[in-house]
């Protein structure tokens, strides 16, 4: 079982440029959920999927958009890459949107704005 | 608002004796509470949950953590540690249908042999 899987793993970016984070999960889960890991402030929420066709901010939404390309698929725009973006970004996938469900991650892609 | 709080930023416990990640939350209506792990360069793992019912939780690799309403707390228990229980260790917090979780800003275990 692959579980949710994370393209690529780093990436380096010059300010401004403009990339796609994919993010793929094998589990038949109809809810997905993009966050962001800095030092010293957990993971917080960008965007989610409750389920295919829906897509909702999360905590820290701006400078970000996503697609739920089918019910296995969830991608993550960054449009125009800013430097506060450096960070560890987790895909994460669960049976259905409820938030008493557990949440399965992805193993992360590090991203430098340079 | 809904936080949660992880007051510890680093654990330090020799192998062997018992350790404590503490967690703290506030959340409106009735709080589902988890604990997540992260070794290094890997994806958050779950370790365990409370949704309802009784107040220890026993989860994976040995771990339990205690729900107290009162105090607003689940800390996270383990009787013995091991080195290999260095991680860093997150709580969160959800509530309702949304599938959103708050999370802690983690607290890194650091077991000596």
């Known amino acids: 079982n692959a579980g949710v899987t994370q393209t690529p793993k780093f990436q380096v970016l010059k300010t401004g440029q403009s990339m796609t984070l994919q993010c793929a999960q094998d589990m038949n889960h109809n809810s997905m959920y993009w966050y962001r890991q800095d030092p010293g402030m957990g993971l917080r929420l960008i965007y989610y999927?409750?389920?295919?066709?829906?897509?909702d901010k999360g905590e820290v939404p701006n400078g970000y958009n996503v697609s739920r390309l089918n019910k296995r698929e969830f991608s993550l725009r960054l449009e125009s890459a800013a430097p506060s973006q450096t960070s560890v970004y987790f895909c994460a996938s669960s049976p259905l949107a409820a938030s008493k469900n557990i949440q399965y991650f992805g193993a992360g892609t590090r991203l430098s704005v340079l | 608002a809904q936080s949660v709080a992880q007051p510890e930023d680093q654990v330090n416990v020799a192998e062997g004796n018992p350790l404590t990640v503490k967690c703290t939350y506030s959340?409106?209506?009735?709080?589902?509470l988890f604990w997540y792990v992260q070794y290094p360069n890997r994806g958050l793992q779950f370790l365990l949950k409370?949704?309802?019912?009784?107040?220890l939780v026993k989860g994976s690799y040995g771990f339990e953590a205690e729900f107290n309403k009162s105090q607003t707390s689940f800390h996270l228990k383990k009787p013995s540690a091991l080195v290999s229980d260095s991680a860093l260790y997150f709580c969160a917090s959800g509530s309702g249908n949304t599938g959103k979780l708050i999370f802690g800003q983690g607290t890194t275990l650091q077991v000596k042999p």
């Open positions: 959340v409106s209506g009735n709080p589902y």
């Open positions: 409370y949704i309802t019912g009784d107040n």
């Open positions: 999927s409750a389920s295919e066709g829906t897509t």
